[in-house]
Each structure stands twice: as C-alpha cells, then as structure tokens.
C-alpha cells in the first residue's frame, strides 16, 4: 500500500514537471505554425467582413472583403468595388484571426492580369487609381507588369500605361 502511494506521488511530480514544457512545445509548434499562414489566407477567411485598409497613397478604404486572388483583393464598399492590388495595402484594420488556405489547383488563374483581363473584354469603364494620381477609361490592354487605360474624358483618344507597381486600385465608377 505505502509503495502505491510513493508511485502515485512519483508519478504526479513527474507529469507536473512536464506541463511546463509541454506549454513551451506547443507555444513553439503554434509560432510555427503561424509563420506559414500567407495574407491571401487570412484574407479569405475574412470573406465577408468589414475591413479597412491603408494604401500605399496615404488614402484609406473601408469595406466588405468580397474575393481574394494570388495577388489582389475585391473590397465592396456600399454598392462599389474596388480591386486592390496587395503590394497596394500598408494596413488592414479588422482581419480575421483565422486562416483559411487556398482550394487545389486555384493558383494559377487568379492573378491581378487576369482580372484586368475580365474588365477589358467586358469594356467596364474603371477609375483607376495610381501613386500619382486617377484616370478614368477602359483597360485597353493588359501585359504581365502593365495595363493600357483607354481615357474617356476630353473626347479625345488618349490612353495611359500604369505599371502594375504604381497601381494603388482599379474602382468601378
């Protein structure tokens, strides 16, 4: 009976020596874990939720996350859409805390090109934002680092090459 007792004790000193170092390996396995979670990731797992987000222009844009691609976000604000390039952002404000990863075989395809694509077959007129200013026109033309924007004001054919670095947001009107 007194060795029962004296094992038991032993025992229970033993599992309490290992609490803390069990806590120290899964605080070090969760940091780990946490440095593979991509912005795009936690950005999907915000679909839905209110976000703000500081651009690279020093302006701010508040709204709704509606999409996320490999390198862009779709926000909503009220009955507009602004597509954000994510080189673009320099905060966001209310992000979930959650990640969710990407579905297989989604990678490819869901650039900022091909986006810029969609609005140029469907000759949506867009207000395009840039580190230097705004236009407002088509997209005329999309390369892999740059879209043409078919001016629309002044009667006049003009259009603009806005490099894919100087992008800040492609807004409908």
Do not use: Y
């Amino acid at each position: 009976m007194r060795w029962d007792l004296l094992f038991a004790d032993l025992v229970a000193q033993l599992d309490a020596a290992d609490l803390p170092a069990d806590a120290h390996a899964l605080a070090d396995l969760t940091r780990a874990e946490q440095a593979t979670v991509h912005l795009t990731d936690r950005l999907r797992a915000s679909l839905g939720r209110q976000v703000g987000l500081g651009l690279v222009d020093g302006s701010r844009l508040t709204g709704s996350v509606r999409d996320v691609g490999v390198d862009w976000l779709l926000v909503g604000e009220g009955v507009r859409q602004h597509a954000v390039p994510l080189q673009a952002i320099t905060t966001l404000d209310g992000l979930s805390q959650h990640a969710v990863p990407a579905p297989a075989g989604t990678r490819a395809g869901r650039g900022l090109p091909t986006l810029l694509r969609a609005l140029m077959r469907d000759r949506v007129v867009v207000q395009v934002h840039t580190l230097a200013g705004q236009a407002v026109g088509r997209v005329g033309r999309v390369g892999k680092d740059h879209v043409d924007v078919e001016l629309v004001a002044g009667g006049a054919r003009a259009s603009q090459v806005v490099p894919f670095s100087a992008l800040v947001c492609v807004s409908e009107t």
